[in-house]
């Protein structure tokens, strides 16, 4: 049954699929802050100054559009990653892109470094750059798909775009998750993905208009699959973002990046995809470097994210009385 | 492979010396020991880094990635379901998922974003593809 309600055949438009999977984020993300409790310092004078008051849900979405200029900005920095890979793979084969592409684990860590003051040890960087190798070895099978620029292509232009793009990917993850992090707002993780698919929501309509609707005009062809593969990307960003809080982007990278091994295995299993000799020596290579960084045992610094995060969230007036009331009823009882 | 607490010298009693049952049963209940208690730290440090909430996240991510590529390759290259008539799309999917039986496309996945990213690329195939002569 569930073959059935897959396999029917449909033209849905690519863009409508992401506005579905951007709108199932939103729609998630409300209902996350609809259930916890919102609060607001009330503005009063003396024995009312500090003292948190509920918020109403209409307000505080209001405010989180007002105050949603970093997560639209960064909606903007993967619009242009995307207008740039396109460039260059205009430009450069996808074998070319696939080498280049894979320098962005390096310099995610290295904005991490830059931005957020972490510290990495010798044994992980050389894990990441094991990585790097292993994943580039597991992709082996497109190399030799194409040679290094397309006809009529300026490899020149491509490079640069390519490495441009692999900067900026880097800089958009760290941002991202600084601004999870640090920023002095402290918004929670479901506010910052209801305002980044906020931003991203109105460039999906625009494109929709733009194409016409695909292939088959406005929302139509959608089957139980594109309906999957809705839920699937808007879970995607959600993971993303909670990688990042739990985590950390070298984190969120090293997962992603492991996801090789079992897509590999899945691909070659039920779509006859390629299994080499060379990919499963690279599986190995990807596995053991991601052990090397997890569990490498050099002592480093706490940097001011982790600070952050580890630190607990200040209390509330509402809760330190609270407590005081608690501790004298226990000692009453005493 | 008996391991031995750090910090402490090799035994006598290790290597090939022959020593008294007494002595070699205390040996084997010690070593027994030190494995155990290294095993335990070697978990709790693991642990310690790699906390519940953080791993099951993680691994929750890594099985979406691989859902993803996976249902997106059977959705076109099995089904040939058509997401896209704009040019650049097409190259990609044909390079990425077009080619289920030739060719391994899942790197594109090993950024971040990238499993949302992949397709937002076809926001801007619009607008680029009617100036694809300056590209």
């Given at each position: 049954?569930?073959?059935?309600?897959?396999?029917i055949p449909?033209?849905?438009?690519?863009y409508?699929?992401?506005?579905?999977?951007?709108?199932?984020?939103?729609?998630?993300s409300v209902?996350?802050?609809?259930?916890t409790v919102?609060?607001t310092?009330?503005?009063g004078?003396?024995d009312?100054?500090?003292?948190?008051?509920?918020?109403?849900?209409s307000?505080?979405?209001?405010?989180?559009?007002?105050?949603s200029?970093?997560?639209?900005?960064?909606?903007?920095?993967?619009g242009?990653?995307?207008?740039?890979?396109?460039?260059?793979?205009?430009?450069?084969?996808a074998?070319?892109?696939?080498?280049?592409?894979?320098t962005?684990?390096?310099?995610?860590a290295?904005?991490?470094t830059?931005?957020?003051k972490r510290?990495?040890s010798?044994?992980?960087?050389?894990?990441?750059v094991?990585?790097?190798?292993?994943?580039?070895?597991?992709?082996?099978?497109?190399?030799?798909?194409a040679?290094?620029?397309v006809e009529?292509?300026?490899?020149?232009?491509?490079?640069?775009?390519?490495?441009?793009?692999?900067?900026?990917?880097?800089?958009a993850?760290?941002?991202f998750?600084?601004v999870?992090?640090?920023?002095p707002l402290?918004?929670g993780?479901?506010?910052?993905?209801?305002q980044?698919?906020?931003g991203s929501f109105?460039?999906?309509?625009?494109?929709?208009?733009?194409?016409?609707?695909g292939?088959?005009?406005?929302?139509g062809?959608?089957?139980?699959?594109?309906?999957?593969?809705?839920?699937?990307?808007?879970?995607?960003?959600l993971l993303?973002?909670?990688?990042?809080?739990?985590?950390?982007?070298i984190?969120?990278?090293l997962?992603?990046?492991?996801a090789?091994?079992?897509?590999?295995?899945?691909?070659?299993?039920f779509?006859?995809?390629?299994?080499?000799?060379?990919?499963?020596?690279?599986?190995?290579q990807?596995?053991?470097?991601v052990?090397?960084?997890t569990?490498d045992?050099?002592?480093k610094?706490i940097?001011?994210?982790?600070a952050?995060?580890?630190?607990?969230?200040?209390k509330n007036?509402?809760?330190?009385?609270?407590e005081?009331?608690e501790?004298?009823?226990l000692?009453?009882r005493? | 492979m008996?391991?031995?607490?750090i910090?402490?010298?090799?035994?006598?009693?290790?290597?090939?010396?022959?020593n008294?049952?007494?002595?070699?049963?205390?040996?084997?209940?010690?070593?027994?020991?030190?494995?155990?208690?290294?095993?335990?730290?070697?978990?709790?440090?693991?642990?310690g880094y790699?906390n519940s909430?953080?791993?099951?996240v993680?691994?929750i991510?890594?099985?979406?990635?691989?859902?993803?590529t996976?249902?997106?390759?059977?959705?076109?290259?099995?089904?040939?379901?058509?997401?896209?008539?704009v040019?650049?799309?097409?190259?990609?999917?044909?390079?990425?998922?077009?080619?289920?039986n030739?060719?391994?496309?899942s790197?594109f996945?090993?950024?971040?974003q990238?499993?949302?990213?992949?397709?937002f690329?076809?926001l801007?195939l619009a607008?680029?593809h009617?100036?694809?002569?300056c590209?």
């Open positions: 049954m569930f073959a059935i309600f897959l396999a449909c033209t849905p438009s690519q409508e699929l992401l506005l579905v999977a951007e709108f199932i984020k939103i729609i998630y209902w996350m802050i609809n259930s919102v609060c310092p009330l503005s004078e003396g009312d100054e500090g003292v948190m008051i509920p918020r109403d849900l307000t505080h979405l209001r405010y989180l559009v007002s105050t200029k970093k997560m639209v900005g960064l909606a903007l920095i993967y242009a990653m995307n207008i740039l890979s396109l460039i260059s793979l205009r430009n450069i084969s074998g070319m892109f696939t080498i280049f592409a894979q962005k684990i390096i310099t995610t290295t904005f991490s830059i931005m957020l510290q990495y010798w044994t992980q960087w050389r894990a990441l094991a990585l790097m190798m292993g994943v580039l070895l597991f992709s082996e099978p497109i190399w030799g798909e040679s290094v620029s009529n292509g300026n490899a020149i232009v491509g490079t640069v775009a390519v490495l441009v793009e692999v900067t900026l990917s880097g800089f993850s760290i941002y998750e600084k999870i992090k640090t920023d402290q918004l993780i479901w506010e910052r993905n209801f980044l698919a906020l109105p460039l999906y309509i625009f494109f929709i208009i733009g194409n016409g609707g292939t088959a005009g406005f929302f062809g959608w089957s139980g699959m594109t309906v999957l593969l809705s839920f699937l990307a808007a879970a995607g960003g993303v973002a909670l990688s990042i809080k739990y985590g950390d982007s984190l969120k990278t997962a992603t990046t492991s090789i091994i079992l897509t590999g295995i899945l691909d070659h299993q779509l006859d995809g390629p299994l080499t000799v060379a990919m499963m020596i690279a599986a190995v990807v596995i053991l470097s052990l090397n960084y569990f045992a050099t002592p610094p940097s001011t994210a982790d952050v995060v580890s630190s607990p969230p200040p007036q509402n809760q330190v009385d609270a005081n009331q501790t004298e009823q000692l009453r005493v | 008996i391991s031995r607490r910090g402490t010298p090799p035994t006598s009693n290790n290597g090939n010396s022959i008294s049952n007494n002595s070699s049963s205390k040996s084997s209940k010690e070593s027994s020991f030190t494995m155990v208690s290294s095993i335990k730290r070697i978990w709790s440090n693991m642990t790699m909430t953080r791993l099951m993680l691994v991510l890594c099985m979406q990635n691989s859902m993803f996976i249902l997106r390759r059977y959705s076109l290259g099995v089904l040939k379901e058509e997401y896209s008539k040019r650049f799309l097409l190259v990609n999917d044909n390079m990425l998922w077009g080619r289920a030739s060719t391994f496309e790197w996945f090993f950024f971040p990238y499993a949302i990213c992949l397709q690329f076809s801007f607008p680029l009617s100036m694809n002569s590209w």
